[in-house]
């Protein structure tokens, strides 16, 4: 226990990490499992204050109405159609191909958080 006192830095720093690595999961297996397909925004779902396209698009003869994995901070009219990724049979959400590419602040925070962590655990007397 003594450990976690004093090492939460690292501990903060190692969960972070492995929820940012999630997230670039998320994206890499969207990209290769998913199906590129043109979505209609519909609506938006207003979770946490942050709004979640709602795509309604047809695959494979059947209609479907599904939200967005990631909210938007700058949402687009709805009617406005977008390439988006759809996993066959995952109805959770869809992922839009703006989204997919890995963003700059990722990679920033797993440095930060990478020399956070070393700080603590080698530099602390």
């Given at each position: 226990?003594?450990?976690?006192?004093?090492?939460?830095?690292?501990?903060?720093?190692?969960?972070?990490?492995?929820?940012?690595?999630?997230?670039?999961?998320?994206q890499f297996k969207f990209k290769k499992k998913g199906k590129q397909i043109d979505a209609e925004i519909i609506g938006y779902n207003n979770g946490s204050n942050n709004p979640f396209a709602v795509y309604k698009f047809t695959y494979e003869g059947?209609?479907?109405?599904?939200?967005?994995?990631?909210?938007?901070?700058?949402?687009?009219?709805?009617?406005?159609?977008?390439?988006?990724?759809?996993?066959?049979?995952?109805?959770?959400?869809?992922?839009?191909?703006?989204?997919?590419?890995?963003?700059?602040?990722?990679?920033?925070?797993?440095?930060?958080?990478?020399?956070?962590?070393?700080?603590?655990?080698?530099?602390?007397?």
């Amino acid at each position: 226990m003594t450990f976690l006192k004093e090492h939460y830095l690292s501990v903060f720093s190692i969960l972070a990490i492995v929820f940012i690595c999630k997230v670039i999961y998320t994206q890499f297996k969207f990209k290769k499992k998913g199906k590129q397909i043109d979505a209609e925004i519909i609506g938006y779902n207003n979770g946490s204050n942050n709004p979640f396209a709602v795509y309604k698009f047809t695959y494979e003869g059947e209609e479907l109405k599904i939200d967005a994995h990631f909210a938007d901070k700058k949402p687009a009219p709805v009617g406005t159609v977008e390439k988006i990724y759809y996993i066959p049979g995952n109805k959770q959400g869809v992922m839009r191909e703006r989204d997919l590419s890995i963003k700059l602040w990722q990679i920033g925070c797993i440095v930060a958080f990478a020399a956070l962590m070393a700080a603590d655990l080698f530099l602390r007397k």
